[in-house]
C-alpha cells in the first residue's frame, strides 16, 4: 500500500509540474516557470522509493512516470483538436495552457528521463558507498546532481537559438538555485516519510 501511495504522489506531482510550466512568475527581478513548486518533490519521493524499495522498483516508478506524461500530452491533444461547442468560447484558453508546444514537451521528456534515471543511479552508488548510512547525504548529493542536469538539458532544448545566451545561462542558473533550495529543505521530510514507510511495512527494507 504505501508503494502505491508513493507512486502515485509520484506521478500527480509530475503531471502537475508539466501542466503547470506554462506559467511564468516573478521572483524578485528573476522570472521562472511555476513548475518549481511541483517539479522537486519528484525527487523526495523517488528517493524514498529507492531507499525503502530499492533500485529496480523506483527504475519502474519512473519508466511508469514517463510514460502516463506521454499518455497525458497525447490525450490533452486530442481533447484540443476535437471541435468545440458552437457556444463555447474557451478554446483559447485552452489551447495557451494545455497545447504545449512539441519543442517544450521534448525539453520536458528528455530532462526527465536523464535527471530521474540519474537520480536513481547516484543515489544507489552513495548509499553503497557510505555503506547504508547517512541517508541526508546521498538524498541531497543525488538530488543536487540530478536537478542541475535537469534545468541545463531542460533550458537548452527549450530555448536554445530563441534567447540570447546570457538570458540561457540566467534561466539554467536561477532554476537550479530554486530547485537546490527545495532540495535542501526536503531533507527532514525524507527521514519523516522513510521513517513512516518502513512502520507501516514492519521491516527495514523491501528489495525489489
Known amino acids: 500500500m504505501p508503494l502505491a501511495v508513493l507512486a502515485m504522489a509520484f506521478t500527480t506531482f509530475l503531471v502537475v509540474a508539466n501542466i503547470i510550466a506554462v506559467k511564468i512568475v516573478s521572483l524578485g527581478r528573476w522570472e521562472v516557470s511555476v513548475s518549481f513548486i511541483a517539479y522537486p518533490l519528484t525527487f523526495l519521493v523517488t528517493d524514498t522509493i529507492s531507499e525503502v524499495y530499492g533500485r529496480r522498483t523506483v527504475a519502474i516508478v519512473v519508466w511508469t512516470g514517463f510514460a502516463l506524461s506521454l499518455l497525458v500530452v497525447l490525450l490533452t491533444y486530442v481533447g484540443g483538436i476535437i471541435p468545440a461547442a458552437s457556444f463555447w468560447e474557451g478554446q483559447g484558453a485552452y489551447d495557451d495552457i494545455l497545447g504545449s508546444v512539441p519543442r517544450i514537451v521534448l525539453a520536458s521528456m528528455v530532462a ?35 536537478q542541475a542536469l535537469d534545468s541545463a538539458v531542460f533550458v537548452s532544448i527549450a530555448f536554445a537559438g530563441t534567447v540570447p545566451g546570457g538570458v540561457l545561462w540566467e534561466l539554467i542558473y536561477v532554476q537550479y538555485v530554486i530547485k537546490l533550495g527545495i532540495a535542501a529543505l526536503d531533507t527532514p521530510l525524507i527521514y519523516a516519510l522513510v521513517g513512516f514507510v518502513r512502520r507501516i511495512e514492519g521491516k527495514e527494507a523491501v528489495q525489489a
Open 112 to 146: 526527465y528521463l536523464i535527471s530521474q534515471n540519474n537520480d536513481v543511479i547516484l543515489f544507489h552508488v552513495i548509499k553503497k558507498v557510505t555503506k547504508d548510512k547517512h541517508l541526508w547525504l546521498r538524498n541531497n548529493g543525488s538530488t543536487m546532481v540530478s
